[in-house]
């Protein structure tokens, strides 16, 4: 009887179909993807810095408080990527406040240049960050804004596609 009922169409009260229950936590959500995003260009910026496209240290972010010394070893490499991991969790979190209802790539494009531009431009040489945009060098600053606009295009393209997509919450076979 079990299997006619399947044949016929009909679902057991636990599947994944759509009930109008479909609700994803966005500080959870935004944490992940905040999570994945410093993870992934936290270590293309590290591979970028090997590779000598980028003069900017992996733990640019925590420059003012840790000696450039101790940032240049293996376990400056690896706080700087878990900074950068923590920054990008922040900066997720942000971007679900401001501009989650925003859809599209561009959102995130320019959320990603905004934060280049205040930490290479604005604050960054200010605080000890990163060095003055006249000294930094074209290769530096173009690596650098390449990686903060995939960076932003990743938060943003990722959060404005789970929160704005309602072909998600359609049941199954509604396409």
């Known amino acids: 009887m079990a299997a006619s009922q399947a044949k ?34 936290g270590i293309v910026r590290w591979l970028f810095f ?10 640019f972010i925590v420059d003012p408080f840790f000696k450039s010394s101790f940032l240049k070893t293996g376990w400056g490499y690896v706080v700087g990527i878990a900074f950068y991991v923590v920054f990008s969790i922040l900066a997720a979190m942000l971007y679900k406040v ?14 990603g240049l905004g934060w280049w531009l ?10 000890g960050m990163s060095r003055q945009i006249t000294v930094a060098g074209w290769n530096t600053l173009f ?13 943003g ?9 309602e072909a998600s919450r359609e049941p199954i076979g509604a396409h």
């Open 157 to 165: 393209y990722s959060i404005a596609f789970e929160f704005t997509d």
């Open 143 to 155: 690596s650098e804004l390449c990686i903060f606009l995939l960076w932003g295009l990743f938060i």
């Open 8 to 41: 016929e169409g009909q679902t057991k009260p636990n599947s994944r179909q759509y009930k109008g229950e479909h609700h994803t936590n966005p500080w959870l959500f935004s944490s992940v993807i905040g999570f994945f995003a410093g993870m992934i260009w």
């Open 50 to 59: 090997e590779m000598k496209f980028t003069l900017e240290l992996p733990g």
């Open 118 to 127: 205040i930490l290479f431009v604005l604050l960054g040489p200010i605080t």
């Open 98 to 111: 401001l501009l989650g209802k925003l859809r599209g790539p561009w959102p995130g494009i320019l959320y």
